[in-house]
């Protein structure tokens, strides 16, 4: 790397192609999950960790809990699944929204995700997979 | 939790080191974690992908987060993995039929 010329920004497309294909999917799942009722057998797929193990994967419960959410359930939601409602959600929330701001508003800074919380998720992860299925912890299960 | 000292500031980049390609190690960690929340494999994959990607343009002086890269690359195999093996698992029992949605 020897150029010290800036290279070239060849983008097809608009900056929007992406951010738009990527709101559209979320909102399709979104209806969709609102529609469907995710507590009746057969309405989506099973997980597949559940079905081969017989232990909850982390986003066992989180369709329900997402549907319960947009249903304006929260208690409902928790019950199925705390650390989708808790965390996984807000965090899509937030990252959608500061990712259109930046690209909309070119004062608002581009998001940035700290080394330490890309860390510390997976880690989360890990004990909340864990947790939930020790003999005691049915709250956590769906 | 205790209080973590913030980060030190970004120190001036040595030659070459720009966060152009900083958005493959976002979406490698994005998509790592929705292929552990039971997307498998469908996700999983574009996360090795892009994670590996990320990986190679933090060598390269073109990101500065490769260690985003890297855990979606590792998060993208554990859930490709474990997808993978509960499908077969789960088709090979039969089990699928009594268990119902994420």
């Known amino acids: 790397m020897t150029a010290t010329e800036a290279v070239p920004h060849h983008r097809t497309g608009s900056k929007w192609t992406l951010p738009g294909a990527v709101t559209a999917s979320l909102a399709a799942i979104a209806v969709y999950t609102v529609v469907r009722n995710p507590h009746q057998p057969g309405a989506f797929p099973s997980c597949v960790f559940l079905a081969g193990s017989g232990y909850y994967c982390p986003g066992c419960g989180g369709l329900r809990a997402v549907h319960d959410l947009l249903h304006g359930n929260v208690i409902g939601a928790l019950h199925m699944n705390a650390l989708v409602v808790l965390g996984i959600v807000p965090a899509l929330v937030l990252g959608w929204t500061w990712w259109i701001a930046a690209l909309a508003n070119d004062k608002v800074p581009r998001p940035r995700i700290p080394t330490w919380v890309a860390v510390a998720i997976p880690v989360l992860l890990g004990v909340f997979w864990v947790v939930r299925n020790l003999p005691g912890m049915e709250f956590l299960r769906p | ?102």
């Open chain 2, 1 to 102: 939790m205790t209080e973590i000292p913030p980060p030190p500031p970004p120190i001036a980049m040595p030659v070459g080191g720009s966060e152009e390609k900083n958005s493959l190690g976002v979406w490698a960690l994005v998509l790592g974690i929705l292929s552990i929340l039971c997307c498998g494999l469908f996700t999983g994959i574009p996360a090795i992908i892009l994670g590996n990607n990320s990986k190679k343009a933090a060598a390269e002086g073109r990101a500065t987060n490769g260690t985003l890269g890297n855990v979606g690359f590792i998060l993208g195999i554990v859930g490709t993995v474990l997808g993978t093996v509960g499908w077969a698992i789960a088709l090979l029992t039969g089990s699928f039929a009594s268990i119902s949605g994420t």
